[in-house]
């Protein structure tokens, strides 16, 4: 593996780990400090901004801080990501949520993993859960693309947005769906614990949004950018001076 392909998967595998940890231990927690069949959702929805927000000021230089294959998939169907280079930070993602399900395993014990796994509220049809899915990712993929890609946006604005954005669709949907966004998020609870209910919903929802997420703004939004550097590395902006993953454009 090259040396900046090997930044890359380290980073994301990373930065997926954080967002998976850490919601499962806050939802565990919630339930520690909470009455029984209550939570607090603005805690839960700002632990995973949070953990999400931070990653990305972090390791966003270093991968383009997606950390959620649905944003991957966003800039694969956009053309800002080779497939091959899609399917490394997918294996990446993939890998850092599982380790971290496996951890928080150690800690919390099968049932409090597999009650920080992402799942459909009471009434809630696979088919009404993949459309919460896709509009919630639609409103995280949006963010992305607008605050981290689009070299018109304010500088270093993105990782708080996209930190928000999670903590505001987890507030809105979390009784609903789990607001999940991610497969990545599902995937590693879910291997940990072994709760795959709906398991489908939260793949083909989030990617779905991503992809018209990212397509609304690619081919709509943005007709005046992005400049061929931006459109090459598929991450933040160069003139925001930060560093752009190499991979994407090979």
């Known amino acids: 593996m090259p040396t900046n392909a090997a930044r890359i998967f380290v980073a994301e595998a990373i930065g997926t780990f954080t967002l998976i940890f850490v919601g499962v231990l806050a939802i565990y927690s919630n339930g ?57 930070y997918w294996v990446a993602q993939l890998l850092g949520a599982s380790i971290a399900g496996f951890l928080a395993l150690a800690f919390v014990g099968q049932a409090g993993v597999a009650g920080g796994t992402p799942d459909l509220g009471k009434g809630i049809s696979p088919v009404a859960g993949i459309v919460i899915e896709a509009v919630l990712t639609f409103f995280l993929v949006s963010v992305v693309f607008g605050t981290a890609v689009d070299e018109r946006a304010p500088k270093s604005i993105y990782p708080l947005a996209i930190g928000l954005t999670i903590a505001m669709d987890i507030m809105a949907g979390g009784p609903l769906t789990g607001a999940a966004m991610n497969p990545a998020r599902t995937f590693g609870s879910a291997i940990a614990s072994g709760h795959w209910d709906n398991h489908l919903v939260y793949w083909i929802g989030p990617l779905i949004g991503g992809a018209v997420g990212a397509g609304v703004h690619h081919f709509f939004f943005m007709v005046q950018a992005p400049s061929l550097a931006t459109a090459a590395h598929g991450g933040p902006a160069p003139a925001e001076e930060r560093g752009a993953p190499t991979i994407a454009s090979g």
């Open 32 to 88: 520690l400090v909470q009455p029984p069949g209550t939570a607090n959702l603005v805690a839960i929805g700002l632990a995973h901004g949070l953990a999400i927000g931070l990653s990305v000021a972090a390791l966003g230089a270093i991968s383009g801080g997606h950390f959620n294959p649905a944003v991957t998939f966003g800039f694969v169907v956009t053309g800002r990501l080779k497939p091959a280079a899609g399917l490394m």
